[in-house]
């Protein structure tokens, strides 16, 4: 999900994009309303974060804006302004807004009030939330993975890209995932040039998340073309260790 924020604030702006990246959600920053408005009318987004005052067309009108254009009618919208009056609140919210939050503005509740909207407007991207697999439970929202390994359980929260490489990887389990797709589920586009941070990646899964024969799971590597993460049978679990000859 692509979230465009307009604050005219640096720091303020810079700080949210981190916690929503933080959160697994891509962000786009304008200062300016007018730009903001330029921007949206190029490259729409799946969410808009509108401070009031800013410069060029102002949050309120950016929202009305918004409103009265087809491709952002349906878009969810939330102020985040320092207007804190009843009267201010009131035409936020009657003018489109889905949700108003006051400044300073808090990272769990802001996060929180973003996925609440998320549900709302997108829920076929919000269906399956928590992917169990094996031992394994991966929780979208809190971006951790439970492994029930053979050792005991572990609890690990990954960053953003390395959770949306883990997602994918679990929900094509015994399929070969190409590196052009794993490029373009991460960073939004299939470039070659990312092809080492991919294989990066995927090595620190499979230490983080403990991907190894004695817990069912194995990521390997298919030359000249991606990857593939399997499921193996309890059967095959232990024909692997017995071949190796030790254990993973």
Same mark, same amino acid.
């Given at each position: 999900m692509r979230i465009a924020i307009l604050e005219d604030v640096v720091k303020q702006a810079h700080s949210v994009a981190g916690w929503l990246y933080r959160?697994? @959600?891509d962000s786009v920053i304008r200062h300016d309303g007018n730009k903001f408005v330029d921007m949206l009318e190029n490259?729409?987004?799946?969410?808009? !974060? $509108?401070?009031?005052?800013?410069? +060029?067309? &102002? +949050? =309120?009108?950016v929202l009305k804006w *918004? %409103?009265?254009? %087809?491709? #952002?009618a349906r878009v969810p919208i939330i102020m985040l302004t320092q207007h804190d009056d009843e009267q201010s609140i009131v035409q936020g919210l009657d003018s489109g807004a889905d949700d108003y939050l006051v400044k300073p503005a808090r990272e769990g509740e802001l996060v929180a009030r973003i996925r609440a909207q998320a549900r709302k407007y997108y829920p076929e991207d #919000?269906?399956?939330?928590? !992917?169990?697999? +094996? /031992? @394994?439970?991966?929780?979208?929202? *809190? %971006?951790?993975? $439970?492994?029930?390994?053979?050792?005991?359980?572990? $609890?690990?929260?990954l960053p953003a890209r390395e959770f949306k490489l *883990?997602?994918?990887?679990? /929900? #094509?389990? +015994? &399929?070969?995932?190409?590196?052009?797709?794993? &490029?373009?589920? =991460?960073?939004?586009?299939?470039? %070659?040039? @990312?092809?080492?941070?991919?294989?990066t990646y995927v090595s620190k899964l499979r230490g983080s998340l403990q991907l190894r024969s004695k817990n069912g799971m194995l990521v390997t590597t298919v030359y000249n073309h991606g990857y593939r993460l399997e499921e193996l049978p309890q059967a095959g679990r232990r024909s692997v260790h017995a071949r190796a000859g030790f254990a993973n």
């Open positions: 959160a697994g @959600y490259e729409p987004a799946d969410m808009l !974060l $509108l401070d009031w005052d800013v410069p +060029g067309k &102002c +949050g =309120i009108d *918004a %409103r009265a254009t %087809r491709s #952002h #919000h269906a399956e939330r928590r !992917l169990k697999v +094996g /031992r @394994y439970t991966l929780d979208s929202d *809190a %971006r951790t993975v $439970l492994v029930d390994g053979a050792d005991g359980q572990k $609890l690990v929260t *883990a997602m994918y990887l679990f /929900r #094509h389990v +015994g &399929c070969v995932v190409t590196k052009d797709a794993l &490029c373009q589920e =991460i960073w939004g586009e299939a470039d %070659r040039k @990312y092809d080492a941070t991919v294989a």
